[in-house]
């Protein structure tokens, strides 16, 4: 009995290392493999980044050299998609004229702030969708005003959990307006198509394309004079494992990039 004890303790000892070795081999099997897996993801996305850049400089070079942008090969504030290939990849563009929308930073300025034709268009914005409820065109044109004036840190963003400040400096994106006291989901959804944050306090219109709501609630501000400059580029590059998103705010007459991120516009 004790030479079968002997071997039947052998033969579990045998079987015992056997799954062990297995066990190790697969665990470094499946680590070899994630870590090959991340290393190709990152290879792609540095590849897809460098892909982005590439035809956000052709984009820009594209406007920059156009003689006239107020006559770009389409109509509407935004271009068809144009397909371009780089590096045997296909990427999709599509550029925005964003003198086709409110700019928020033009509330920041001192003199004659267009706070009027805000009101109107959060009035016009707000009975086109259907919503109710949230502060009045004015109401929120003064606070967005405030949001953005370093003299001025409402108490009320302290008071929030977590507590926040206020902007302090102008709007670098449209979006940034949801965080403003008394907006809503809702009112944000409503006025999205319609605001953008450009760089500058002007408030020069498209009054050729912009949509006509906008254009209904500007009606009777002066016109502000000059040409389109400021435009938005959304780019996707498709490659084998995912899609990559990129989005800049272009100055087309100077040719260079003000805002760049890698990852899909904003409405």
């Not at 984009?59 to 050299?65: N, S, T, V």
């Not at 990849?89 to 033009?106: G, M, T």
């Not at 670098?172 to 008394?182: C, D, I, K, N, P």
Request: proline letters at 8%; hydrophobic letters at 45%; a negative charge.
């Amino acid at each position: 009995m004790s030479r079968r004890r002997e071997k039947g303790v052998a033969l579990i000892t045998v079987l015992l290392v056997v799954a062990l070795a297995v066990t190790a081999a697969v665990g470094m099997a499946v680590r070899d493999h994630a870590q090959i897996h991340r290393s190709g993801l990152v290879f792609e996305q540095e590849h897809a980044r460098s892909l982005l850049l590439g035809g956000e400089m052709v984009a820009l070079r594209f406007l920059e050299q156009w003689p006239d942008l107020d006559e770009l090969p389409w109509d509407e504030c935004v271009s068809p998609p144009v397909p371009l290939a780089l590096d045997g990849h296909d990427l999709v563009a599509r550029l925005e004229n964003l003198h086709c929308r409110f700019n928020l930073n033009s509330l920041s300025r001192t003199e004659e702030p267009p706070l009027a034709a805000f009101a109107e268009l959060v009035a016009r914005a707000t009975t086109e969708a259907g919503t109710t409820g949230g502060p009045g065109g004015e109401t929120l044109a003064l606070a967005i005003r405030d949001w953005m004036d370093p003299a001025t840190d409402d108490p009320v963003y302290q008071l929030r959990t977590p507590p926040e400040r206020s902007g302090n400096r102008p709007f670098r994106f449209a979006s940034e307006l949801t965080r403003v006291q008394g907006m809503t989901p809702e009112l944000w959804a409503a006025l999205a198509p319609y605001v953008t944050a450009r760089p500058g306090t002007d408030n020069l219109i498209d009054r050729v394309r912009a949509p006509e709501l906008l254009l209904d609630a500007i009606a009777g501000q002066p016109e502000e004079a000059g040409d389109p400059r400021y435009f938005r580029l959304a780019l996707v590059a498709r490659l084998p494992q995912r899609d990559f998103f990129h989005c800049a705010v272009l100055d087309a007459p100077n040719g260079r990039t003000v805002i760049r991120e890698f990852t899909a516009c904003e409405t």
